[in-house]
T-cell receptor, first 110, second 117 residues
Framework: GQSLEQPSEVTAVEGAIVQINCTYQ??????LSWYQQHDGGAPTFLSY????GLEETGRFSSFLSRSDSYGYLLLQELQMKDSASYFC???????????FGSGTRLLVRP | GAVVSQHPSWVICKSGTSVKIECRSL??????MFWYRQFPKQSLMLMAT?????????EQGVEKDKFLINHASLTLSTLTVTSAHPEDSSFYIC?????????????FGPGTRLLVL
């Protein structure tokens, strides 16, 4: 089967750094994406890794190791507005036909 | 940036009625759109891939006769939930693929909340 594993919940304080891990097991691999979803809203695209290494976009960075079937999302200088669910997603059959992980609920405390 | 809209944003209907949800790419053309369903506190589950001008491809376990998909133009896909029942109550989200340089990025619509009474 195809599966993506990520922690269900993470709590951190404002200003801190948090890392959300994602391991995947899929028949195909066309990149690892990360999405943010606030309660009641739709997912918004954060980052995409097709190759091994680190991609940085402002306060957010994403890492991929294809040999380990592993990636992570790193959020720096946490703000209260970062409290949301974060989903990793793998392109299984193509880069855009996505299989989503179960999501990690991030709670940022003052 | 690429914008995807959905209409309506929420629907309340009686059991047995059919509901149509529209997904539009506002500032780009999308040959491929996707329809997802998300139950509370759960992940997004892909229902089907909608391809402009051809039949949709449904994921395993999704009834194609119940969830009718039409992708009649490069900017519009519709999902019709036929004979809706309370168990079809969910958050339905569409997405569209935008080509940006060498990269294809998937942009999500704001979602449609369906409540079947």
């Amino acid at each position: 089967g195809q599966s993506l594993e990520q922690p269900s919940e993470v709590t951190a304080v404002e200003g801190a750094i948090v890392q959300i891990n994602c391991t995947y097991q899929t028949s195909g691999f066309y990149g690892l994406s990360w999405y943010q979803q606030h309660d009641g809203g739709a997912p918004t695209f954060l980052s995409y890794n097709a190759l091994d290494g680190l991609e940085e976009t402002g306060r957010f960075s994403s890492f991929l190791s294809r040999s380990d079937s592993y990636g992570y999302l790193l959020l720096q200088e946490l703000q209260m507005k970062d409290s949301a669910s974060y989903f990793c997603a793998v392109g299984g059959d193509s880069s855009y036909k996505l299989i989503f992980g179960s999501g990690t609920r991030l709670l940022v405390r003052p | 940036g690429a914008v995807v809209s959905q209409h309506p944003s929420w629907v309340i209907c009686k059991s047995g009625t059919s509901v149509k949800i529209e997904c539009r790419s506002l500032d780009f053309q999308a040959t491929t759109m996707f329809w997802y369903r998300q139950f509370p506190k759960q992940s997004l589950m892909l229902m089907a891939t909608s391809n402009e001008g051809s039949k949709a491809t449904y994921e395993q376990g999704v009834e194609k006769d119940k969830f009718l998909i039409n992708h009649a133009s490069l900017t519009l896909s519709t999902l019709t939930v036929t004979s809706a029942h309370p168990e079809d109550s969910s958050f339905y989200i569409c997405s569209a693929v935008a080509q940006q340089g060498n990269q294809e990025t998937q942009y999500f619509g704001p979602g449609t909340r369906l409540l079947v009474l």
